[in-house]
């Protein structure tokens, strides 16, 4: 399983309920990369979405409240995620949000894909910092490059300690 993000210089992912930043060349780059793949998200990430679920993606939506969500798979636990995602090659398998949730499956996750924006967001919710983590490590950045009025960088991080989810595709 793997988590995609971008994050500002203090690792904030989102101010009410919405991104910090419109940045198209992230845009493209989380487009290209989860289309054809599963995206999992938690319910307040699925209804920031402008028209609902995400097009060419299975999506599967972490709701404990016993809602159900147009176009995707509803789940109400972390093992019941579990159970849909053994259905899946867990490379395939991309967490998007938010940041319960990202700090929730972190441990599960193998890869980060990690946007760092140079810019202070003015979040109100925040990623797990994993330059701040020794499980994960940093093994590839993108030369800084500008995204809209902001410049970003690609990083990849990899978790030295991945945690056994038991969701090993059939």
């Known amino acids: 399983m793997n988590l995609i993000v971008a994050v500002d210089n203090r690792w904030g992912i989102g101010k009410n309920n919405n991104l910090l930043f419109r940045l198209p060349k992230d845009m493209a780059f989380f487009r290209q990369t ?9 319910a307040n990430t699925f209804l920031s ?3 609902g679920a995400l097009p060419n993606r299975t999506t599967i939506v972490l709701d404990n409240s016993g809602a159900t969500h147009s176009g995707t798979t509803t ?8 159970q849909q995602l053994a259905n899946y090659n867990t490379d395939d398998v991309y967490v998007c949000g938010g940041a319960m949730v990202y700090k929730l499956l972190l441990p599960y996750c193998a890869k980060a894909l990690i946007t760092k924006v ?3 967001g003015q979040a109100q919710v925040f990623a797990p910092n994993l330059d701040e983590d020794s499980n994960w490590q940093l093994v590839e950045s993108s030369e800084q490059i500008e995204d ?9 991080y990899v978790n030295k300690q991945i945690l056994n989810c038991v969701c090993v595709h059939k």
Not at 34 to 42: A, E, Q, R, S
Not at 148 to 156: A, E, N, P, R, S
């Open 75 to 82: 789940v109400s636990s972390v093992e019941e995620l579990f």
């Open 49 to 51: 979405l402008p028209k």
């Open 118 to 120: 140079q810019a202070d």
């Open 148 to 156: 809209g009025q902001y410049k970003i960088v690609f990083c990849t």
């Open 34 to 42: 989860t289309t054809g793949k599963v995206v999992v998200m938690g």
